[in-house]
Nanobody, 115 residues
Framework: QVQLEESGGGLVQAGESPRLSCKAS????????MGWFRQAPGKERELVAT???????IYSDSVKGRFTISRDNAKNTVYLQMNSLKFEDTAIYYC?????????WGQGTQVTVSS
């Protein structure tokens, strides 16, 4: 069983720089991609950023230059450093682990940005 546990969300002020963490547990192939998706009220879930086990990153245009994704392979943990938060970043952030086209999801952590 693969499980993903997210942490680091909550109520933050615009302009602050919180960091999300997600730890994967269980047995899975070491070559994989971990990432973050988000879903705002009334909108579909969208990609935020992903990082492969060899460090290749992909960012959505909406967060490029503000968010940084990283991972610690020894800890099976992925991080999302969020800088210069905006009100429109308010969403539930979901951790994702993709292993050979199979997706695993965390339960999500709410990030609410207040002005």
């Amino acid at each position: 069983q693969v499980q993903l546990e997210e942490s680091g969300g909550g109520l933050v002020q615009a302009g602050e720089s919180p960091r999300l963490s997600c730890k994967a547990s269980g047995t899975f192939f070491s070559f994989n991609t971990m990432g973050w998706f988000r879903q705002a009220p009334g909108k579909e879930r969208e990609l935020v950023a992903t990082i492969s086990s060899v460090g290749k990153t992909i960012y959505s245009d909406s967060v490029k230059g503000r968010f940084t994704i990283s991972r610690d392979n020894a800890k099976n943990t992925v991080y999302l450093q969020m800088n210069s938060l905006k009100f429109e970043d308010t969403a539930i952030y979901y951790c994702n682990l993709r292993v050979i086209r199979k997706d695993y999801w965390g339960q999500g952590t709410q990030v609410t940005v207040s002005s």
